[in-house]
């Protein structure tokens, strides 16, 4: 069992950046792909970007890419999102998920994911 808890959320203008962290439990993280999602009220879970076990493939949602980035700490066991240019459309609760790179090497396939965090809110004001 994986538990995932998302920090570093907030309320921020647009322009602005934030750095989302998302920590894990156990001592096999570097066995996990790693993403990132978020779900505005009223709209359906989207993604967001996510990291192979090694860091060293990244994906973007077109909405966020040249952006956001995406970047992974193994020695901590813990999984960044460094949000810049943020724009009020980015406004939503963000969740990290895992999956075991052996059953799905990452990727926008929210479904592929095994293990969700709570989510941490992120508001972008105009």
């Known amino acids: 069992q994986v538990q995932l808890v998302e920090s570093g959320g907030g309320l921020v203008q647009a322009g602005g950046s934030l750095r989302l962290s998302c920590s894990t439990s156990?001592?096999?993280?570097?066995?996990?792909?790693m993403g990132w999602f978020r779900q505005a009220p009223g709209k359906d879970r989207e993604f967001v970007a996510a990291i192979s076990w090694s860091g060293g493939s990244t994906y973007y949602a077109d909405s966020v890419q040249g952006r956001f980035t995406i970047s992974r700490d193994n020695a901590k066991n813990t999984v960044y999102l460094q949000m810049n240019s943020l724009k009020p459309e980015d406004t939503a609760v963000y969740y990290c998920?895992?999956?075991?790179?052996?059953?799905?090497?990452?990727?926008?396939?929210?479904?592929?994911?095994?293990?969700w965090g709570q989510g941490t809110q992120v508001t972008v004001s105009s």
């Open positions: 156990g001592r096999t993280f570097s066995s996990y792909a």
């Open positions: 998920a895992a999956v075991r790179h052996s059953r799905y090497s990452g990727g926008s396939d929210s479904g592929r994911y095994d293990y």
